[in-house]
């Protein structure tokens, strides 16, 4: 009975280490995304490869997370998307590497402020933040 017990306790840290992670890298990247979006740089597939790297490379994640746990949050190198300056298209796809997800979002996230700031009268010039 205790080793399952110990189980439990065990399986409930890793899950808990992994929200940690995962947040943390939510974090990184929207502060990335956000340096593009006030720019109106748009999301193409060479800015998201940029981005995936400099969040996989911060060196205060790494500092904060183990190496197994890092490893988690890797694109499998199986996993090939293209790596031009065509936007960002996924289509129906819900299945994204952390990175490209956490992007995704906050790119969309700010195309959706900016449409409501759009429709709300508050902003005389149409803001996109998707550029373009």
């Known amino acids: 009975m205790n080793d399952l017990t110990t189980g439990h306790a065990d399986h409930d840290l890793a899950a808990l280490r992994f929200q940690t992670a995962a947040r943390d890298l939510e974090h990184i990247v929207r502060n990335i995304a956000a340096r593009y979006i006030v720019q109106q740089v748009p999301l193409t597939w ?14 205060g994640f790494a500092s904060r997370h183990d190496a197994l746990m890092l490893g988690l949050f890797q694109r499998p190198s199986d996993l090939p998307y293209p790596e031009t300056d065509e936007a960002v298209d996924f289509g129906m796809s819900t299945a994204l590497p952390a990175v490209f997800a956490f992007a995704v979002s906050a790119y969309e996230e700010a195309s959706r402020r900016a449409a409501e700031a759009v429709s709300d009268g508050s902003s005389s010039k149409r803001a996109r933040a998707w550029g373009g």
């Open 46 to 59: 060479r800015l998201l490869h940029a981005i995936e790297a400099e969040a996989l490379a911060d060196l």
